[in-house]
DNA sequence: GCGGACATGTAACGACTGTTACATTCATTC
DNA sequence: GAATGAATGTAACAGTCGTTACATGTCCGC
C-alpha cells in the first residue's frame, strides 16, 4: 500500500469523525501523523483532497451495496428495502451517511463547489429502487416515495438515535405497500 | 422599528442567500450596508447574531404553519399534509428549509454549536402531526412516517428542484393511506 | 561515488477570521 | 450650553486559512 493510499485512509477517517463544513488541513494533518505541506503534495489542493476521500466515500458505499443490487432480481422489494435500512442504520456506516448527508446539504448552498460529488448519490439510489419495484407506470414515482422514506427516516434516525421508533416506521410502510396491491 | 431590527431582517434575508455553515460577518454586513464592527455591536458576538437570526426564521416559520395547527382538527389528515407540502414546496419558503436543513445536517456534525436551534423543530412538527391523525396505539409510528415522507421529499425537491415527480410521489403516500382503512 | 527524482521539514506569504481599542459624531437630558 | 451615553468609522490585534519557496534528506539507477 503506497503513502498515499495509507494517508487516503487516514483522511477518510478523519472525515467520517469531523465532517468536511469545517475542515481545516492543519488540524487533519496532525491527526493523521504528517503536515498540511505533505497533503498539498499527496493530492495537489484542499480541493483534490475532498475529491479523492469523497470517492472512497462513494466506493465503499457501493460496495456495501453491492449485495442487495445483485440479488435484486431474487427478492421482494419489500426485503431489499429492510436490507438497505439494516445498512443505513449499522453502526460502522451511520458516518459515512451524516457525511453524504452533509455534502448534499453543503451542495444546496454551493452547488458550484460540491454538486459533483452528488452526480452518483440520488440518481443511482433512484435507479436501483426501480429496478426492484413492478414495472408498471407508477414505478419512477413509487421509487421516489421509497427513496424519500428512506432518506427521511435515516435523517430522524441519526438526528434523535431513536432506532426503535424509526424502524416500526419501515414496517408501517412496507405493510402499506403490500395492502396496496 | 429600531436600527437593529431592520439590520436584523437584512441578515435573515443574507442567510437565507447563504447559508450559515460559512458564514463571514465581513461580507454580510457589506451586504447589509453596514460593518462587522457594527454586527458584533448590535448582537454581542458572531454566536448572538446566529442565534438571533435564527429565532427570527423559526418565528416567520411558525406564524406560517399555524392556520394549518388551528384548523388541524377540522380536516382530514390527507389535507393536512398537503398543507404542509403546499407550504414547504413554495418558492417563498425554500430557503427557509434549505437553512433548516442546512442547521440539522451542522447539528449532526457538531452538536455543542448548533444543537440548540434543533430544539423545537422535529419534536414539534411530529406534535402537530400526531394531533392530525387517529389516537390509536399506531399514531406515534405513523407520525413518524408521515413526518419522513415529508421531509425525504422534500429534500429531494430542493436536490433536483422537480416538484412534479415528488409532488406525484405525497399523491401516491396518501393513496395508500386510505387503502390502509 | 554520482546524479536525479522524490519525500519531507521549516518557515513564511498574503488573505481572511472574529473581535476590540480608540476616536468621532450625534442626539438627548439636565 | 455642557454633559452623557449611544451609534458609528478606522484601524488594528492575534489567530487561522490554503498554499508555496526553499532547504534538506533519502533512495534508486548507473
Known amino acids: 500500500?503506497?503513502?498515499?493510499?495509507?494517508?487516503?485512509?487516514?483522511?477518510?477517517?478523519?472525515?467520517?469523525?469531523?465532517?468536511?463544513?469545517?475542515?481545516?488541513?492543519?488540524?487533519?494533518?496532525?491527526?493523521?501523523?504528517?503536515?498540511?505541506?505533505?497533503?498539498?503534495?499527496?493530492?495537489?489542493?484542499?480541493?483534490?483532497?475532498?475529491?479523492?476521500?469523497?470517492?472512497?466515500?462513494?466506493?465503499?458505499?457501493?460496495?456495501?451495496?453491492?449485495?442487495?443490487?445483485?440479488?435484486?432480481?431474487?427478492?421482494?422489494?419489500?426485503e431489499i428495502m429492510l436490507g438497505f435500512w439494516k445498512v443505513v442504520t449499522s453502526r460502522k456506516y451511520r458516518?459515512?451517511?451524516?457525511?453524504l448527508f452533509e455534502v448534499q446539504i453543503l451542495a444546496l448552498q454551493n452547488p458550484r463547489r460540491y454538486q459533483r460529488y452528488?452526480?452518483?448519490?440520488?440518481?443511482?439510489?433512484?435507479?436501483?429502487?426501480?429496478r426492484a419495484l413492478p414495472r408498471d407506470k407508477s414505478n419512477a414515482v413509487m421509487a421516489t416515495l421509497c427513496l424519500a422514506v428512506v432518506d427521511g427516516l435515516t435523517l430522524e434516525y441519526l438526528a434523535t438515535g431513536n432506532l426503535s421508533r424509526t424502524s416500526k416506521a419501515i414496517d408501517i410502510f412496507l405493510t402499506l405497500l403490500r395492502k396496496q396491491k
Chains 1, 2 share one sequence.
Open 1 to 78: 500500500m503506497s503513502a498515499r493510499d495509507e494517508l487516503l485512509r487516514k483522511c477518510l477517517d478523519y472525515f467520517l469523525k469531523h465532517g468536511v463544513a469545517n475542515l481545516s488541513l492543519r488540524p487533519l494533518a496532525a491527526a493523521a501523523g504528517t503536515s498540511a505541506r505533505m497533503l498539498i503534495h499527496h493530492f495537489g489542493s484542499k480541493e483534490g483532497l475532498i475529491a479523492a476521500v469523497m470517492d472512497q466515500v462513494r466506493a465503499r458505499l457501493q460496495s456495501s451495496f453491492e449485495p442487495l443490487i445483485t440479488d435484486a432480481s431474487k427478492r421482494k422489494p419489500g
Open 118 to 130: 452528488l452526480i452518483d448519490t440520488s440518481a443511482t439510489w433512484l435507479r436501483l429502487i426501480r
Open 95 to 99: 458516518p459515512y451517511l451524516r457525511l
